[in-house]
């Protein structure tokens, strides 16, 4: 374990309304009864081919906004793709630069998917990285092609005893590197992405981590929702046990600031690298800060 020296920052942050709609997590969740309406219809084909995908969205896409558990809301670093997963189902909403919306959804197969607990996107490669618990209980880290709606069978598996007890997920394209946390655990786990790419197709893979972060001694010790800013090398941390979020820098003496976002219920971190700003989803909406005002 590497541990953490401190130094607190006391600064208030304003954080305000992000002024762009973000269409995939901004449709009224609040119009659907939360116990009701299910993704009935679902197991026919026909909703899930091209032609029918507005339909799958109106009959399904409400149910998962108002269900899908913290963390398993993401959008790219570029802001491309915006990210929904709940049961076995994931929606990707494509952002054009005219700022249409292309959607889709994957749905898993072989394996199924059983219990999403955190996903990340890579926009360059177009891929999924999806965190999820086998039925044995086992985490695993299964990774799709987001470009391909329908049916999918993962390009990548990755299973290890490193992954138990992970719930959160981030992923740096620009160094190469995926970040789980584990709250439970009061620590983050880092390993290498590009390391899976020697085991194509379904071939498991346990990469050994390059590195472990211990939280226990630190203001944010159960890690609830993780972003990275790849051009700072930092990786913002939430925990929501205490709503308090840091910033981890991660140079030689993993230096760790603490960070006021006020009194939200943030249910996924996402850093923009496009707009440089720090997006948070929360119960009461998508909002953003600017990164400099985190250093």
């Not at 659907?32 to 081919?49: M, T």
């Not at 007890?165 to 992405?193: M, N």
């Not at 030689?252 to 960070?259: A, G, H, L, M, T």
Request: charged share 20%.
């Amino acid at each position: 374990m590497i541990p953490f020296s401190k130094f607190i920052i006391a600064l208030q942050l304003f954080v305000a309304t992000t002024a762009y709609a973000d269409q995939l997590w901004t449709r009224s969740p609040s119009s659907v009864p939360q116990a009701g309406q299910e993704c009935d219809g679902f197991e026919d084909k026909a909703l899930r081919s091209a032609a029918k995908i507005d339909s799958l969205v109106a009959s399904c896409l409400r149910s998962a906004l108002s269900h899908a558990p913290a963390n398993t809301f993401r959008k790219s670093d570029d802001g491309r793709y915006s990210v929904v997963a709940w049961k076995d189902m994931i929606f990707v909403e494509k952002q054009s630069i005219t700022g249409a919306s292309e959607f889709q959804v994957i749905r898993a197969k072989s394996p199924s998917l059983e219990n999403i607990k955190a996903v990340a996107t890579d926009s360059a490669k177009e891929e999924l990285y999806v965190l999820d618990s086998d039925v044995s209980g086992n985490t695993q880290l299964l990774v799709y092609q987001l470009k391909s709606s329908g049916d999918q069978s993962p390009r990548r598996i990755v299973r290890g005893d490193f992954l138990k007890g992970a719930d959160s997920l981030a992923l740096d394209p620009v160094q190469a590197r995926l970040y789980l946390g584990h709250s439970s655990q009061s620590k983050i786990t880092v390993l290498r992405q590009m390391a899976t790419l020697h085991h194509a197709g379904r071939a498991e893979f346990s990469p050994d981590p390059i590195k472990v972060y211990d939280l226990s001694a630190s203001s944010v010790p159960a890690p609830t929702a993780l972003a990275v800013d790849s051009q700072s090398s930092s990786l913002f941390v939430f925990d929501s046990n205490r709503r308090q979020a840091a910033k981890l820098v991660m140079s030689s003496d993993s230096e760790i600031k603490e960070v006021d976002l006020g009194s939200l219920n943030i249910k996924s971190l996402n850093v923009n690298a496009a707009s440089q700003k720090l997006e948070m989803l929360t119960d009461s909406g998508l909002r953003s800060v600017a990164l400099s005002q985190l250093d």
